[in-house]
């Protein structure tokens, strides 16, 4: 179905390496989630990660997530760093015990064949100390590129998890520049005769000056009051989705005040604690909420979940 | 008794490199201590690892525990026999506690008084028993540094996702994290199966058959052996770093070294981020012609055979053109940043909370460096010492140090060449930082050695002002290593001039200024002086002088290392006298006395004894050749003066009562043994010295 670029990797697009990961992760029993709505910096932060990793209900989901990293823009001049890129996630829990097998698997299906690369996993532990998330895990290497963040998460919002989730991030523009044999992001095919900077190189270039030149620092200051304000007062009637959105908000709005200069050493420390606490208070709220409806998704009350 | 080999493999997802060593050995020894702590005998312990397993292997463990015989006290005789002979209820009730019938008791005699006795024989039982109780415990009490759960509440290092635990040929079914021993075993991850084990002896080889080399040894050897062939094969130098290789070794279990080319445009970027590119981000060897040129090669060690290692090694350069690439990007962007404009980005970087910024820093150093440069009266050039320490730590304002911080001082003499800075300014940047670790080189010129010994004090003592200080194992901050970098540049010829104590001092007093001391200062100068003295003592023992005398000379005054432990050399060499134990006693005599001393002066016209007169006039002998002593920088000679007075001392304790009820006369002898004391004690704390009774 597909040829052959270099010695043995498959010429894939990007729609078709996002086509194929859907496809293996959707036969693991996946729900294909899409991405979601409000900005974010990570894909663990769509709330179908955050949030499901929370209580004791199973939960797996795969999901593409264009995730924005205001001060990694570069203007649409760098081969490699972009103010937005995209992550194809994944989350399993409980975790199934050859998790590892079928991680790899997935790597096949992306036409690496194991034998005929060096696939390693090397220590890498993860933290989102501004969600009170961490896990341990790896980064893993196909021929000494980090292709995959394979992270057991061990706190969500600042609790315990349990059971623990299992979160896989391809980074999917290394992937391709890896497998379509590219220096350089936007010389990448999304699709036949459609590459990725005529996608994406006017929009890299107008947020990188957006966010380095033009925006309104006093505006985003009361932006992010004002999100935190919504997200407590969302809170206080039990609406732990809608608080969650203001809390991505604020974490966006932070970002793009961080990547100006905006805001100052001692302030920083101040910033990312409000949205750590919103965070944690919106964790809570979930297993609460989750609990008052019974904790739907465990279907078998006796606690093993298939 | 018959024994069999034991074999525990506890089968991980892949183990941090950095763990594994460390693991595996406490694996082998807690084992081995539970062996021996439940009487059974066993041999040799071999420990094997991978990134996926953790293994220990104990030759001839004994099948049954070894019995245990026990004697058991019971009651005293007198309350265990009945005025018949006959055996009384407390003695029965003995017996009976202890499985055993009144006939079964002994009587024994302990410091005068017989006793009861039961000898107790508690046959040994099954090893296999034994290993199905204690072995979870045994897995359950390694400790990591950090720990995970994967689905219960069982924690690792990383999930375990098999046993296998054999006894001779024998399975034992130990359970663990939900998990049962058996004898399968997995293979390299691609290249190897599941396979049985079917005894331990062959554990290594049935492994290797599956392309898994269990022995660490062994695969660090292989590494290094197809290193040293390529070497040979392009006729190349490979450094290799040995943190680097120990990793390598525990990233893989079947090893196969190969190479890559990078572009030679690159060779322009400084070879230290080449190399730290290399390592840090690829783990990758790098490569140097027969002179120590760097080559636009790399070596790295796959996971694996020779299969597709064309691929491999495409991918990998890959890898590096992107990560190059960047480092380039830095490099090229740093240059352009002024070295004014990055000074002035340090005051947004923070230092330490509480501590202010790393600008904040800056200052307080280049002011110490001066006071000590000054006190110590080293030539040195006053504007380049200002320069140096104004720009000593620029560079942390750059990419590069964002991306690698420990090119910190090294990208800064880089830079600072780059903006035409003097070149021992540029020096001076990343000398500052030296010693970075314990053996590491010291500054070789007095600016970097002023500076460093200002910005590491300057770090410890705003630590201690903030009531920071390492305790146990505990130094976050890297304190002791900093304190012991200080000791170590002291120590260093050019260094021996400047007085510790005046850089304590001087350190305090800018963050006394900033503000900056939330602890008493005089506190603090005291915990500084003990924290320092601790560090001396550590190096005094490395250089094997004994306890007592190490006690004496920080007994003393503390403000030249170099001299202390000169002085520590002197008093090890007068061990040896047999005169030194007269002169100790004397010393520590008059010691003892002054203490009680007030601080009345000495009025020669008030002794009354011959004796004073000759003590107070060897003082006066010994205070003159003292300070010629001190001229010439030689404590042998230091401790020449002191033993001037040492006859006299003898002679007036012969012949003197100090403690007379005579007030003025009291007082008056009191004040000539202070004087005494003040010039001993300068030497050394004498009564710390010990002599064999």
Known sequence: MFKKTWGVVYFMNMQQMIKQLQEFWSSQGCVLVQPYDTEKGAGTLNPMTFLRALGPEPWKAAYVEPSRRPADGRYGENPNRLYQHHQFQVILKPVPENIQEIYLDSLKALGLDPLQHDIRFVEDNWENPTFGAAGLGWEVWVDGMEATQFTYFQQVGSMDVEPVSVELTYGLERLALYIQDKENVYELEWVDGVKYGDVFQQPEYEHSKYTFEISDKEWLFQLFDQYEREAKRALEENLVFPAYDYALKCSHTFNLLDARGAISVTERTGYIGRVRNLSRRIARAYIEEREKLGFPLLKDKGGESK | ?693
């Open chain 2, 1 to 693: 008794m018959s024994e069999r080999d034991l074999l525990l493999e506890i089968g991980c997802e892949e183990v941090p490199a950095r763990f594994i060593d460390g693991a595996v050995q406490q694996l082998g020894d807690k084992l081995s201590a539970w062996l021996t702590e439940n009487r059974i005998q066993h041999g040799a312990v071999k420990t094997y690892a991978t990134p996926r397993r953790l293994t220990v292997l104990i030759h001839a463990v004994a099948e049954k525990q070894a019995d245990k015989e026990e004697e058991v006290r019971g009651p005293a005789a007198r309350i265990a026999k009945t005025p018949d002979g006959g055996w009384s209820k407390a003695a029965e009730g003995f017996a009976r506690k202890n499985g055993l019938t009144v006939d079964q008791l002994t009587l024994k005699e302990v410091k005068g008084e017989t006793y009861v006795f039961a000898q107790l024989h508690q046959p040994g039982e099954e090893t296999v028993a034994q290993l199905l109780k204690g072995l979870p415990e045994v897995i359950s009490s390694l400790h990591f540094p950090k720990t995970m759960r994967w689905n219960d509440r069982t924690r690792f290092i990383r999930p375990v996702r098999w046993l296998v635990c054999l006894f001779g040929e024998e399975v034992v079914p130990v359970e663990w994290a939900g998990l049962k021993a058996g004898n399968l075993t997995r293979g390299h991850r691609f290249l190897g199966q599941e396979i049985a084990l079917t005894t331990p002896e062959r554990y290594v080889e049935d492994l290797r058959g599956q392309y898994v080399l269990a022995d660490v040894e062994e695969r660090r050897n292989l590494i290094l052996s197809q290193l040293r062939q390529l070497e040979e094969t392009h006729n190349w130098k490979i450094p290799v770093d040995k943190g680097l290789l120990d990793e390598v070794t525990h990233l893989v279990e079947y090893p196969t070294a190969f190479y890559g080319t990078f572009s030679a445009e690159y060779l322009a970027v400084p070879r230290e981020v080449l190399i730290t590119t290399m390592r840090e981000h690829q783990r990758y060897f790098p490569v140097e012609d027969r002179s120590g040129q760097l080559l636009p090669f790399f070596v790295a060690v796959r996971n694996g055979d020779s299969n597709g290692l064309e691929n491999v090694a495409k991918g990998n350069e890959k890898v590096l053109r992107a990560r190059l690439a960047d480092a380039r990007f830095f490099y090229d962007e740093d240059l352009k940043l002024p070295i004014e404009e990055a000074n002035a980005k340090l005051a947004n970087i923070v230092y330490q909370e509480e501590l202010g910024s790393v600008g904040d820093r800056i200052g307080r150093i280049g002011e110490v460096a001066r006071i000590l440069a000054e006190q110590g009266g080293l030539p040195v050039d006053r504007s380049k010492l200002d320069r140096a320490a104004a720009i000593c730590k620029f560079d942390l304002a750059t990419q590069m140090v964002g991306e690698f911080p420990e090119l910190e001082g090294i990208m800064g003499s880089h830079y600072a060449l780059a903006h035409g800075e003097d070149a021992e300014v540029a020096k001076a940047i990343h000398e500052h930082y030296l010693p970075r670790f314990a053996g590491d080189d010291v500054p070789q010129h007095l600016l970097g050695g002023l500076i460093g010994l200002a910005d590491k004090m300057d770090a410890i003592a705003a630590s201690f002002g903030i009531g920071i200080q390492p305790t146990g194992s505990q130094d976050p901050y890297g304190l002791r290593r900093k304190a012991a970098g200080i000791v170590q540049i002291l120590l260093s010829p050019s260094f021996q001039s400047l007085s510790l104590t005046a850089l304590i001092e001087a350190a305090v007093d800018q963050l006394a200024q900033a503000g900056l001391l939330k602890v008493e200062r005089l506190e603090v100068e005291r915990d500084l002086l003990q924290f320092f003295a601790l560090r001396l003592k550590a190096v005094m023992q490395e250089m094997e002088i004994r306890y007592d005398v190490i006690e004496a000379v920080l007994g003393g005054e503390l403000s030249y290392p170099a001299f202390i432990i000169r002085k520590a050399q002197v008093l090890m060499d007068q061990l040896d006298r047999d005169a030194f134990k007269l002169e100790v006693e004397g010393f520590t005599r008059v010691a003892n006395l002054a203490a009680k001393a007030d601080d009345t002066a000495v009025t020669a016209d008030l002794f009354a004894d011959p004796a004073e007169h000759s003590l107070y006039e060897a003082l006066n002998r010994a205070k003159t050749e003292w300070e010629r002593a001190k001229e010439n920088d030689d404590p042998g000679a230091l401790y020449h003066a002191l033993m001037i007075m040492v006859p006299e001392i003898h002679q007036y304790f012969d012949q003197v009562m100090v403690m007379v009820d005579d007030e003025t006369v009291r007082k008056n002898r009191l004040a000539l043994l202070r004087e005494i004391t003040s010039l001993t004690s300068a030497f050394a704390a004498f009564e710390h010295v010990v002599f064999p009774s």
